[in-house]
Structure formats: C-alpha cells, structure tokens
T-cell receptor, first 118, second 112 residues
Framework: GAGVSQSPSNKVTEKGKDVELRCDPISGHTALYWYRQSLGQGLEFLIYFQGNSAPDKSGLPSDRFSAERTGGSVSTLTIQRTQQEDSAVYLC????????????????FGPGTRLTVL | GQQVMQIPQYQHVQEGEDFTTYCNSSTTLSNIQWYKQRPGGHPVFLIQ?????EVKKQKRLTFQFGEAKKNSSLHITATQTTDVGTYFCAGQGSGNTGKLIFGQGTTLQVKP
C-alpha cells in the first residue's frame, strides 16, 4: 500500500474487555514497530518485529499486552482485560529493514488507533 | 535503562524568531533521528544523524549531533506558522537492534 494503515481508527471499550489492534505496514518493509502515545506525551516503545520474530519485547507494559506478526506483514497488538490506564493512541510504524550494524532505517508511521477504556 | 531527555517541553515564539530544541541521552547513541508531529497527526521522519559532530541542514532547519554522540539539537531559523507541531528526537543505543527511544518532544507554537 501507499502507507502504513491501522484499524480501527478509534476504539471505545469497557474496562475488562479484550481489544485487538491491527497494523498493515508498507509493502516490503521487514521491520514493524508498535508505540503508545498518551495525551500530550511522547512515544513509548512497546515492541518491534524483524520479519515475524520479536527480538525486543521489553516495552510491553504488562503480560496483558501481546503482539504477533504473520507472513512478515500484518501485525496485531492485543490487550487483554483492558484498564483505564491503557487509554492512549497506539501507533504502528514500519521500516524497510534494519541496516548493517543494527541501525534502524527511517520509520514510517501509521495514523494510529485511539483507544478509550471506559 | 537508556533514557532520552528533551527540552524545552513547550516553546511559544513570534513568527520570524528562531527556535531550538535539545535532546540528551543517558548513554552513547549509535544514531539519532528527528520526527515532527503536527497537531492531530502522526510522527513524520525528518532526518537521521549518525556521525559524531555531524551537522545537517534542511532549508531553515539545522540538526546537530554532539561529539560524544549523547546529545543533539534542532534549530529552526525564522520560524513560520507551518513549523507548528511537536518535534521528537529518537535515539538508538549502541548495540541495540532496531529499538528507538523517543524523547518527550518539544511542542512549538508560532504566533503570526
């Protein structure tokens, strides 16, 4: 596709429910990243994928958060038993590849999913 | 763990004035990237700095990477209303593979 797409754009859920957020990266991009941005705050790294594997899951806030990527393309971020503090914009980004030496390439961000937990 | 601090958090300037945001890392960085996020939008890549002491320019924007590769700055000359937004630095630590740590961002307001 022309850019990174995310769905849904907005999600309102009740506390305790599970939610699934989807990210479609730019075609051909092997690296995919998930971030969380609370209102007026910076970007909080959650997890990234190189292909289908996730070398670094250190940013996931708790074991209620999980993510997977299949076919080296689409990724889903699942939040189980949502809490009010999970309310934020969840941003996905993709990059062409990890460069030699582990340097990250330019990241292209999607429009985000605004999650509101009531 | 690695932390990236960015100051100031907010900056209000009159159109035509200059603007600078500063970024400091607790650890040596392999590279640093700068992003701009317009109100209601998502971050958009501006530039990446890799070399110690590197300086890059994009029209009215000047980006610097410190000699020790632990700090960086973005300077905008003669701000315009189109410069409004939040500017984020994002650092990648040495030995890391892909993970970027973002600063808190500097939100720039420009009064016409």
């Amino acid at each position: 596709g022309a850019g990174v797409s995310q769905s849904p754009s907005n999600k309102v859920t009740e506390k305790g429910k599970d939610v699934e957020l989807r990210c479609d990266p730019i075609s051909g991009h092997t690296a995919l990243y998930w971030y969380r941005q609370s209102l007026g705050q910076g970007l909080e790294f959650l997890i990234y994928f190189q292909g289908n594997s996730a070398p670094d899951k250190s940013g996931l806030p708790s074991d209620r958060f999980s993510a997977e990527r299949t076919g080296g393309s689409v990724s889903t971020l699942t939040i189980q038993r949502t809490q009010q503090e999970d309310s934020a914009v969840y941003l996905c980004a993709s990059s062409l590849a990890l460069l030699a030496g582990g340097s990250t390439d330019t990241q292209y961000f999607g429009p985000g999913t605004r999650l509101t937990v009531l | 763990g690695q932390q990236v601090m960015q100051i100031p958090q907010y900056q209000h300037v009159q159109e035509g004035e200059d603007f600078t945001t500063y970024c400091n890392s607790s650890t040596t960085l392999s590279n640093i990237q700068w992003y701009k996020q317009r109100p209601g939008g998502h971050p958009v890549f501006l530039i990446q700095l890799v070399k110690s002491g590197e300086v890059k320019k994009q029209k009215r924007l000047t980006f610097q990477f410190g000699e020790a590769k632990k700090n960086s700055s973005l300077h905008i000359t003669a701000t315009q209303t189109t410069d409004v937004g939040t500017y984020f630095c994002a650092g990648q630590g040495s030995g890391n593979t892909g993970k970027l740590i973002f600063g808190q961002g500097t939100t720039l307001q420009v009064k016409p």
